[in-house]
């Protein structure tokens, strides 16, 4: 299936890749998971380079062979409200797990930043790995749970954010009316893992709600970014299984009656890229001699920025992503993309030279959600 919206880009900001051994490259703060101005600098790269969207991933407990700097590392809803002060139109992509978290407490923070941004706020909504429940009080929870727990949670959160009908406030101080309450919404929600009567104190946003994303591979999971959410981060090991998952996610759409251009399906990439195929060889080498054992795939998108710039613009030809996320291998990896990729896929009119809106929904081309009663 052809895609019909333009290229969109995220960057994963906390620092210093997937990987085992970036935090010991000499041009790389070894702190950066925990260096505001690091995540604040890296913010601004990417909103000067027209990116719709950071995005943090979570990491909320701590297991075995866990990647050093998520050992010490910020909370995001904290960061993105930081960073939400220091930028203007760039969306703030939050992850946080079902399995562990509140829904009411999350539907509030996520609102929260949404408003303290001006319509920017999103919500990566995944089930996460069993191994954290401990940290939780849900111990005696387990991987059988995860989504039952994901569909609740959802639903939940959906229903608090639309708690308000946009007229609700009506804050007249001459009859000193302040709200029509008839425009208030409980979800009195009773599952299985989750009891929420609502409502939630807060109205909605400019966007109408956050906007909603999942992650996962899985049947399970493509039914519930399906049945609930704005948009996916998936990943395929090649273009032809990522078009396949982009696909099937589309198909699933239409039988539920949605429009497949109001989501966003994206996946994660690591490039490393240089002016010439040399350049960026040199780069990754200078990551491979940090390990004796040299243990460090080659990323798939890698090479001269005109060769990256082809891979991408591929990709989302052939509909595989409507958003690329960027990690960073190299230090210098965003800034690289920046410099010397971002201009080509300008040129080549597959990615914008200016912000289309102020919202994070409006960049993504994703449209006002009503309110709507559950
Ligand atoms: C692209 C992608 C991104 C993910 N990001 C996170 C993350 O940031 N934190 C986390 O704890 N789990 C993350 N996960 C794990 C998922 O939450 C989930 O546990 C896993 O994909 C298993 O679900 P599935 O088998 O239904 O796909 C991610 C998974 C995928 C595929």
């Not at 600098?41 to 075995?64: I, M, N, R």
């Not at 539907?107 to 303290?116: F, W």
Request: cysteine-free; overall charge negative.
């Amino acid at each position: 299936m052809e895609n019909i919206k333009k290229l969109k880009l995220a960057a994963i900001i906390d620092g210093l890749g997937w990987n085992y051994v970036g935090w010991q490259h000499p041009e790389m703060p070894a702190d950066a998971s925990e260096n505001i101005d690091f995540y604040i600098q890296q913010a601004k790269l990417a909103e000067g380079a027209k990116f719709d969207t950071l995005f943090l991933v979570d990491v909320s407990h701590v297991g075995p062979g866990n990647i050093p700097h998520y050992l010490s590392m910020f909370e995001g809803v904290s960061v993105m409200s930081a960073i939400s002060t220091h930028t203007q139109k760039i969306g703030l992509s939050v992850t946080a797990s079902t399995s562990y978290a509140d829904p009411y407490s999350v539907a509030r923070q996520i609102l929260s930043l949404d408003k303290i941004s001006r319509g920017r706020a999103s919500l990566n909504a995944i089930t996460s790995n069993p191994g954290g429940m401990v940290n939780f009080s849900r111990g005696h929870l387990g991987k059988s749970d995860q989504y039952p727990m994901n569909k609740e949670f959802m639903e939940i959160l959906l229903g608090l954010w639309d708690t308000y009908e946009d007229d609700a406030f009506i804050r007249d101080k001459e009859s000193g009316v302040f709200l029509d309450p008839r425009k208030m919404h409980r979800v009195n929600y009773r599952g299985k893992y989750f009891q929420v009567e609502g409502p939630l104190n807060l109205s909605r946003s400019v966007q109408g709600r956050p906007v909603l994303y999942t992650a996962g591979t899985s049947q399970t999971f493509m039914d519930h970014a399906t049945s609930y959410t704005d948009g996916v981060f998936t990943h395929g090991h090649t273009l032809e299984e990522t078009v396949a998952i982009a696909n099937e996610l589309r198909r699933q759409l239409v039988e539920k009656g949605r429009r497949p251009e109001d989501f966003i399906v994206s996946v994660s990439q690591n490039p490393i890229v240089g002016r010439t195929d040399q350049e960026a060889l040199e780069k990754y080498l200078e990551l491979l001699r940090l390990i004796p054992k040299n243990s460090l795939p080659r990323p798939l998108f890698f090479g001269s920025a005109e060769k990256v710039a082809d891979q991408i613009q591929q990709w989302h030809d052939q509909g595989a992503i409507d958003m690329l996320i960027l990690r960073q291998d190299h230090p210098h990896g965003l800034r690289d993309f920046i410099d010397l990729v971002v201009p080509i896929l300008q040129e080549r009119g597959i990615f914008r030279t200016e912000y289309e809106a102020d919202t994070l929904r409006g960049n993504l081309e994703l449209p006002m959600p009503a309110f709507r009663e559950i």
